[in-house]
Each structure stands twice: as structure tokens, then as C-alpha cells.
């Protein structure tokens, strides 16, 4: 395990940061033949984890991505946090039926394994990909 100091730290969140605009970016191209569908990052939240603030790490403002279709919210992507307990990073789906968990089961320095698990059961994950995507909204 690399040593862990300010560097590493700043270096995990750009990476955080690089992995939400690729879950963000595959929502768009899974919708984006669709012209009922629109989507607006003008939203943000703050991260500003644990490990951040021990090492003077400043805290960043991650888009939000929202999914609207005919102008009507159906789904919110919200980064939640990067280190959290068997995953590394995660990510909310809000929509009127209910909170998705998506998380990247994968280890760092390692392509992400993005993985979804639904409201009805938070037990078994299902892949996170274009068919998830287009079932969603």
C-alpha cells in the first residue's frame, strides 16, 4: 500500500471526480438518442471527507447530475462519498420510486466495476450499464 499523505489524498479525489464524469457521461450516451431527455449539472454538493480534512485537503464541489424527461425530474445522481466501508465510491440514483446505491466494487488503481443495488433489495447488486440506464427513466 502506497504511504498516505496530503498528495495521495488530492490525487484519490481528482480520480473520484474523473470516475462520477464517467457514470455521468454513460448516462448521457445511454439516453442521448432520446429527445424527450434532458440533462443539467448545476447542482452540487460538497465533498469534504474525513481523510480530506486530516490532511488539509480542500474541499471540492461535485456536479450533481439530474435527468429530466419533458422537463419532469425522473432520476438525481449524487455523489455521496468516495471511502466508504466495501466499496470505493458512492453514488445515489433518487427517483420517486426510490434511492439506488451505486457503488464501484472494484479497487483502486483498477478500471471501475460499477454496480446497483435497487430499493427492493439491498442485497444483490445488478450491473450498472446502458440496459439499467434505460430502464430507470
Do not use: C
Request: glycine residues 8%; hydrophobic residues 40%; aromatic residues 8%.
Amino acid at each position: 500500500m502506497s504511504e498516505i499523505n496530503k498528495e495521495h489524498i488530492e490525487n484519490r479525489v481528482e480520480d473520484w471526480g474523473q470516475r462520477i464524469e464517467s457514470v455521468f457521461s454513460l448516462v448521457k450516451n445511454s439516453l442521448s438518442g432520446n429527445s424527450e431527455i434532458e440533462f443539467a449539472e448545476h447542482k452540487t454538493v460538497q465533498m469534504n471527507e474525513e481523510l480530506m480534512q486530516k490532511f488539509g485537503v480542500s474541499a471540492v464541489s461535485l456536479p450533481v447530475l439530474e435527468v429530466k424527461r419533458k422537463g419532469v425530474l425522473v432520476a438525481s445522481f449524487k455523489p455521496i462519498g468516495l471511502w466508504v466501508i466495501g466499496a470505493n465510491g458512492r453514488i445515489d440514483i433518487l427517483t420517486k420510486e426510490g434511492s439506488y446505491i451505486l457503488v464501484d466494487l472494484e479497487g483502486k488503481d483498477k478500471p471501475s466495476d460499477w454496480r446497483v443495488y435497487t430499493p427492493k433489495n439491498r442485497k444483490k447488486s445488478i450491473p450498472f450499464d446502458k440496459e439499467f440506464v434505460l430502464g430507470l427513466v
